[in-house]
T-cell receptor, first 112, second 111 residues
Framework: QKEVEQNSGPLSVPEGAIASLNCTYSDRGSQSFFWYRQYSGKSPELIMS????GDKEDGRFTAQLNKASQYVSLLIRDSQPSDSATYLCAVIKKSSGDKLTFGTGTRLAVRP | KAGVTQTPRYLIKTRGQQVTLSCSPI?????VSWYQQTPGQGLQFLFE???????NKGNFPGRFSGRQFSNSRSEMNVSTLELGDSALYLC??????????FGPGTRLTVL
């Protein structure tokens, strides 16, 4: 079982729709959760961090964390073609210092 | 603030050579981590430095090494390059906390 799992996609949504990206993790000792966006040929860019159960909103982005279910998600409202990218879920475990463990990423395509 | 900078941006080497990559963190950030990204393996952690000390190391062979200087700048070195070392090498800096910000990366091609 991979430590962090994501559906590789592609997830295709029409412009203006809500895109829902999901991530599960295996280690209950995970304490910090991050979503990064990576455009093709570029480096990952931090979108959101979340540490507590519940929702955290930042503009069009909402991160949701459920530690009991070991599940973290990212919602993108009013999706735009410029949101088309690979979204990487990453976690930090208490036992591993500041080491980020990444999922393989979900490719999102927003259709105009 | 200026972001994380990495040099060089692109490198072409041949098998058996060695390479040194450089990373300058965001001003005030004392933690620097290195990651390797390949299409097959995704993003994998190499090592992390804080105040010139290696705090954490990933599962890479000893050919991969790094160091951090007193000004927080970091270098990583790969000796005896193999074809499989071709990858995007990413540096990320962090303040005392765990949020990491990535540099643009160094694209290494081994022929």
């Amino acid at each position: 079982q991979k430590e962090v799992e994501q559906n590789s996609g592609p997830l295709s949504v029409p412009e203006g729709a809500i895109a829902s990206l999901n991530c599960t993790y295996s280690d209950r000792g995970s304490q910090s959760f991050f979503w990064y966006r990576q455009y093709s040929g570029k480096s990952p860019e931090l979108i959101m961090s979340i540490y507590s159960n519940g929702d955290k909103e930042d503009g069009r982005f909402t991160a949701q964390l459920n530690k009991a279910s070991q599940y973290v998600s990212l919602l993108i409202r009013d999706s735009q073609p410029s949101d088309s990218a690979t979204y990487l879920c990453a976690v930090i475990k208490k036992s591993s210092g500041d080491k980020l463990t990444f999922g393989t990423g979900t490719r999102l395509a927003v259709r105009p | 603030k200026a972001g994380v900078t990495q040099t060089p941006r692109y490198l072409i080497k041949t098998r058996g050579q060695q390479v040194t990559l450089s990373c300058s963190p965001i001003s005030g950030h004392r933690s620097v981590s290195w990651y390797q990204q390949t299409p097959g393996q995704g993003l994998q952690f190499l090592f992390e430095y804080f105040s010139e000390t290696q705090r954490n190391k990933g599962n890479f062979p000893g050919r991969f090494s790094g160091r951090q200087f007193s000004n927080s700048r970091s270098e990583m070195n790969v000796s005896t390059l193999e074809l499989g070392d071709s990858a995007l090498y990413l540096c990320a800096s962090s303040p005392i906390g765990d949020t990491q910000y990535f540099g643009p990366g160094t694209r290494l091609t081994v022929l």
